[in-house]
């Protein structure tokens, strides 16, 4: 028996992810006027994680790693004026359209109605929420949770507060570690719809071996599968 659906946000909804590799390919093009030919990715990488804890998920922090990869790459030589370009790189991202995936209105609609629909996404507040109301899906979402981070004990307690059964739950998205994986450990069904871009940072080596683990090539996909479990099917 299922009776919610689940979904995150960034890259299952609306295209995230290549805001942030446009902008890393634009912070390479300042660093490189100081070290040529420098590939940036592992550096910023490695600042980004350092931050994780401090600055949580988000552009605002994105732009502090940004700035501080800057600074180190470049051993302080990034003038003021190249750290201003940086912070408009990260405005611009804020103020990016919000761009919908395909089959997103129509897996929406076809849910809403037959389940209880809600939308839970890490990240900054003010961020996803402006994100939220940009994409003009707001209305499709019974409830909407931004968690600074998606573990099974972050899931549990949004699960307690709103009376959800977790094994009666389907959540759908693009990380295997943000999005499926807890869900699993809570007892319910992880559905893993992959983006074509993914940051590092949720990447995963295999895929679990169990009867609530689903992959669907789109979200289109998804009101079959629903319409499987709900017949007793394995999906
Ligand atoms: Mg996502």
């Known amino acids: 028996m299922i009776d919610t659906v689940a979904f995150d946000a960034d890259d299952t909804l609306w ?20 070290r040529p030919g420098e590939d940036i990715h592992g550096a910023l990488f490695a600042v980004e994680m350092k931050n994780l804890a ?18 180190q790459i470049t051993e302080g030589r990034v003038t003021a004026e190249e ?16 761009d919908l995936l395909d089959d997103v209105e ?4 076809a849910v809403k109605g037959r389940f209880r629909v809600i939308l839970i996404t890490k990240g900054d507040i003010v961020d996803q929420t402006s ?20 573990d099974a004990g972050i899931y549990r307690a949004i699960f307690e507060r709103h009376g959800i059964a977790p094994e009666r739950t389907v959540m759908v ?16 069904h992880g559905v893993h719809v ?10 995963h080596d295999e895929d679990p071996e169990s009867e609530r683990f689903h992959r669907l090539e789109r979200l289109g996909e998804l009101p079959a599968l ?5 017949s007793g099917g394995q999906g």
């Open 83 to 98: 750290i201003h370009e940086i912070i408009a790189l990260g405005k611009a991202m804020m103020e990016a359209p919000v």
């Open 15 to 34: 295209h995230n992810e290549h805001l942030f590799q446009d902008t890393q390919k634009a912070l390479e093009a300042i660093v490189q006027r100081y």
């Open 226 to 230: 629903l319409d499987r479990l709900l």
């Open 54 to 71: 401090l600055f949580g998920y988000g552009i605002k922090g994105f732009m502090l790693s940004m700035v501080e990869a800057a600074i």
């Open 106 to 109: 129509q897996t929406l609609g």
């Open 173 to 188: 998205g693009n990380s295997m570690p943000s999005d499926v994986l807890p869900m699993l450990e809570l007892g319910g």
């Open 131 to 150: 994100k939220i109301e940009r994409s003009g899906l707001a209305g499709h979402f019974e409830q909407v949770e931004i968690v600074p981070r998606k």
């Open 194 to 203: 992959p983006y074509t871009l993914l940051w590092a940072h949720e990447a």
